[in-house]
């Protein structure tokens, strides 16, 4: 496997192959991110194929490569951002997340419903920090906010998260944070 850096030197360069290696290599994290974002699949592929996209035309202006997944996923919010804002104007009523075909995995779609009780700014920040493992600094600048405000946001969401597991026992509460 190519070292991360080179392949980030050579997709800088316009190489399609080292370019399509990073995206596969980001693609579980871009569909998690998406995911918490915009909820359906349909949404989801929008948004990593914009920011594929974009990515590739704007590569020439990351200035340096170990920030690359950062960038990446700034990208990403901006367009998944961007979709969700336009869906609201359209979508007024809440709806339950929508298990995969098949998908037997009953602690994922806890999770998932467990994240459907936090409004989008609360959701974003507990998926870059506790899934994707991205730092407060960090999950602050790719969302230009404090982070301060990231903390906050966490912390909201961990407890508003903690009411729903231990009172909600199994019922879905939709009262956004």
Same mark, same amino acid.
């Given at each position: ?10 997709? /800088? #360069?316009?190489?399609? @192959? ?8 980001? !693609? ?12 359906? *699949? #349909? ?6 194929? &914009?920011?594929?996209?974009?990515? +590739? ?5 990351? /200035?340096? !490569?170990?920030?690359?997944?950062? +960038? ?5 919010? $901006? ?13 007024? *009523? $809440?709806?339950?997340? &929508?298990?995969?075909? !098949? @998908? *037997?995995?009953?602690? $994922?779609?806890?999770?998932? #419903?467990?994240?459907?009780?936090? !409004? #989008? /700014? ?9 899934? @994707?493992?991205?730092?407060?600094? *960090? ?7 404090? @982070? ?13 998260? &903690? ?15």
């Amino acid at each position: 496997m190519e070292d991360e850096q080179a392949l980030i030197q050579r997709a /800088k #360069e316009h190489d399609s @192959e080292a370019f399509a290696c990073l995206m596969q290599r980001y !693609g579980k994290s871009m569909y998690k991110v998406a995911k918490a974002i915009v909820k359906t *699949d #349909e949404d989801v592929a929008d948004a990593m194929q &914009e920011t594929a996209l974009s990515c +590739w035309e704007k590569i020439g202006t990351l /200035k340096q !490569g170990q920030y690359f997944k950062t +960038w990446l996923m700034r990208i990403l919010i $901006n367009h998944c951002n961007a979709i969700y804002r336009k869906n609201s104007r359209y979508v007024l *009523d $809440n709806f339950l997340p &929508e298990a995969a075909a !098949g @998908e *037997d995995d009953y602690a $994922n779609v806890e999770w998932m #419903e467990l994240l459907q009780c936090l !409004g #989008e /700014k609360y959701r974003i920040v507990i998926v870059l920090y506790y899934v @994707e493992g991205f730092k407060v600094k *960090d999950i602050a600048a790719m969302l230009k906010i404090s @982070e301060s405000a990231v903390k906050e946001r966490m912390s909201a969401a961990r407890k508003k998260m &903690e009411r729903y597991y231990t009172k909600g026992k199994g019922a879905i509460i939709y009262e956004k944070v």
